[in-house]
């Protein structure tokens, strides 16, 4: 075997409750921001198909879970839904909830796979959306109970856990560019919701770490290397602000406990620093993460900005650089994104040499494929065999990084069956498993079947 896996290396697979749990006002569930933003814009969603349309692992988590098994997992992360759980985001638990959650994770114990649970996945509970979101101070502490609440019910069972997935997304989606509810684009906001989230997080960690329980704690973060055009000093700098803003505003607080020193300082000369309060540089510094999760799509390429910043324009990011379309680059033809296998390399070095080299996975990689009933064989199975040499090419640079002493120790695709995104509903097929939408029925598909034997031997 040419690769072959450090032992016990996670092999598996992400998903989300929002994503894939479906019942989406039932067992007691009140809304979330994507079910209240469905029912104003219904528009604003590929085909008009909401968040109540999903695989349903709700209903068919045990099935599920046995695919799973097939599959060769060892692990596998999800997402509980806050507003299961604490219906109005503050309070009791919902006793359906904590059954359903329980039975879940013991379904996955049962099949020898470690359930890896992560705390928000871009649901916001409604209830707290209309009292600010993550801009009202107030929501750390509500936030801060219902992950203790998690840690206290399921901690004895849950070794991983993750305080947000992607915690930059909704900061991206919902305060800059207009993808997310609430639909505002306002930097200084955006910032405020990007730093109280990161006090969240570390009021969780605070809390997980005060339980002393058993297992570690971490976050998820989509990390975009941000590569420049060229070595022309303008062209790094453009790459280093990309970089400041997209990467390291998350990735300093999450493991180093504090922001980038210049980020501050930019912030403060442009007047968009957030309002901060006695204690919050101490209560980051408690936050520091066991683990890192990192999700790796595409990388960054920019280019210093070609024309002058008109003032009146709103303050963006990319204030500070152009993008750049390198000559060559290979594009997914099937979802518009570059593909760059070796930014996992650089990403798993960079946190080696400038992060202590502190333990990470892949929490999520993956291949979005629109229309990708055309590559149904005859038999009925997806013949994908640009996802297996996708995951392939990915995994041998995950693999030059741990022969270079890169802590890395899993590896989870994106994700295990076709699910609902966000916007894009199902635009992009993501899965090993085909989801056949009117019958429900799944089907692996020819990447499944790869993946479960990679995972089985170790290596390939
Ligand atoms: C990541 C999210 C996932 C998933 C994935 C694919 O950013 O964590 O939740 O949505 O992207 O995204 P899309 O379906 O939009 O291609």
Known sequence: MQYRFPDHFWWGSASSAAQAEGASLQGGKAATIWDHWFALQPQRFHQQVGPADTSGFYQHYRDDIALL?????????????WARLIPQG???????????????IDTLLANGIEPFICLFHFDMPLTMQQQGGWENREVIAAYADYADTCFRLFGHKVKHWFTFNEPIVPVEGGYLYDFHYPNVVDFRRAATVAYHTMLAHAAAVTRFRT????????????????????????????AHLADLFFNRSFLDPAVLGHYPQDLVDLLREYGQLPASHPGDAELLAAGKVDLLGINYYQPRRVKARDSAVNPASPFLPEWFFDYYEMPGRKMNPHRGWEIYEQGIYDILCRLRDEYGNIPSYISENGMGVEGEEKFRAADGHIADSYRIEFIREHLRWLHQG????????GYHLWTFIDNWSWSNAYKNRYGLVRLERESGERRIKQSGDWFAQVARNNGF
């Not at 503050?90 to 879940?104: I, L, R, S, T, W």
């Open 69 to 81: 098994r097939q599959l060769g997992h060892n692990s596998f992360r999800t997402s509980i839904a």
């Open 90 to 104: 503050v309070g009791e638990p919902n006793p359906e909830a904590v059954q359903f959650y329980h039975d879940m």
């Open 211 to 238: 339980r002393q329980l058993e297992g570690e704690i971490g976050i998820i973060l989509n990390l975009t290397p941000s590569y420049p055009r060229s070595t022309h000093s303008a062209d790094l700098k453009a």
């Open 402 to 409: 741990l022969q270079e002493g890169c802590q890395c120790r």
